[in-house]
């Protein structure tokens, strides 16, 4: 079998000093809940796409900046005290061609940006015992 270049997920890698609770109450049916923790004085939530739903990056990012988008205003407030903000793309390097050519829209980089969210982009090397991609995860993207 052929070892292609391909993407894996997306995840919203989110950082506050407050809970996040009222916002996975929201988004709770719409995007899986990878981790929710107090780490020292921050909280992190990563909530991930489910990648069969939808299988490239510009579905999977219209999907998170919709659901985004439409946070009630309670949650809307935890958004903006977040102290950062990623969407992070998950892709595996293959060790055949054709290579991965893969481009964010203009338009959704845009709605991104309104958000002030970043954009983190993770490669995974290619491991041939795990061809599923079920034992790696995005990892939540560090910030200086």
């Known amino acids: ?3 292609l270049s391909r993407f894996l997920n997306l995840d919203l890698v989110l950082r506050s000093p407050a809970d996040f609770t009222p916002l996975i109450a929201h ?3 719409s995007i899986y809940v ?3 923790q107090q780490h020292e004085q921050e909280f992190l939530l990563v909530l991930e796409t489910n990648g069969t739903e939808a299988p490239d990056p510009i579905t999977c990012t219209q999907r998170v900046l919709t659901l985004v988008e439409s946070i009630p205003s309670a949650a809307t407030e935890l958004w903006n005290g977040c102290t950062s903000r990623t969407f992070s793309y998950g892709f595996e390097g293959g060790c055949e061609f054709p290579a991965l050519d893969t481009t964010i829209p203009a338009y959704l ?5 309104r958000l002030g969210a970043d ?3 993770t490669v995974y090397p290619y491991r041939s015992d795990d061809s599923d ?3 790696r995860k995005n990892k ?3 910030h200086p």
């Open 119 to 121: 954009i983190g982009i």
């Open 140 to 142: 939540p993207a560090a």
């Open 1 to 3: 079998m052929a070892a």
């Open 109 to 113: 980089l845009l709605r991104i940006a």
């Open 27 to 29: 988004l709770d049916q």
């Open 34 to 36: 990878l981790h929710h």
């Open 133 to 135: 991609g079920s034992q």
